[in-house]
């Protein structure tokens, strides 16, 4: 009776097929490793935004005898724009960070509360503190589709000329003020404070 074991040229294909697989794997995760490892910050992304002025986008207040956010509110400061909600997990780890940034000389902090319950971002604020120097709304996040949000949270920066000079995506930590985000905020702050004194 003949034998049922395959020949030399299936076995070498069998193996061939197996090892396809494990050297796309290998491939993919040297490329990772690289990206990863190269210490570019990945959460400073480009954007369309950056050098062009701060979108004409005018968000309601949150609260009723407070200021909304509209392209006059960034003229003539360096500002801070995050753009934040109640139900954002990483908000609220991103936000004792935001409560330190307001207190820094020459920062002004601007909220934006996107695709939130007024009374949610309420409450939100009055238990985790309220950092910002005022807070509009975007209850259906369409103002939020002309600052080029990919999701909350996200923060701007922007000159005192009103155009967005840097853009964030993520909560901000203290790496990322470390770092190119960080490095941009501290210049502008700098160049704005010496413009004002001279």
Known sequence: ????????????????LLAV?????????????????????????????IGRDAPATTFAALLPDAAGVDPATFKGKVTLVNIFASWCGPCRIEHPLLVEL?????????GIDYKDKPEDAKRFLAEL????DAVGVDPDGRGAIEW???????SFLIGPEGRVRAKHVGPLTE??????????????????????GS
Request: glycine share 12%.
């Open 1 to 16: 009776m003949p034998s049922a074991r395959p020949r030399g040229s299936a076995v070498r294909a069998s193996r061939l």
């Open 21 to 49: 697989p494990l050297l796309v794997f290998a491939g993919l995760a040297a490329v990772f490793a690289l990206r990863v490892g190269d210490g570019e910050d990945r959460s400073v992304i480009p954007s369309a935004l």
């Open 102 to 110: 307001a207190r820094t000389p020459g920062l002004t902090v601007v």
């Open 129 to 132: 503190g309220d950092p910002y």
């Open 148 to 154: 080029g949000l990919t999701g909350v949270p996200e």
């Open 175 to 196: 790496e990322a003020l470390s770092g190119s985000f960080g490095n941009m905020m501290t210049r502008l702050i700098s160049e704005h404070g010496e413009a004002a």
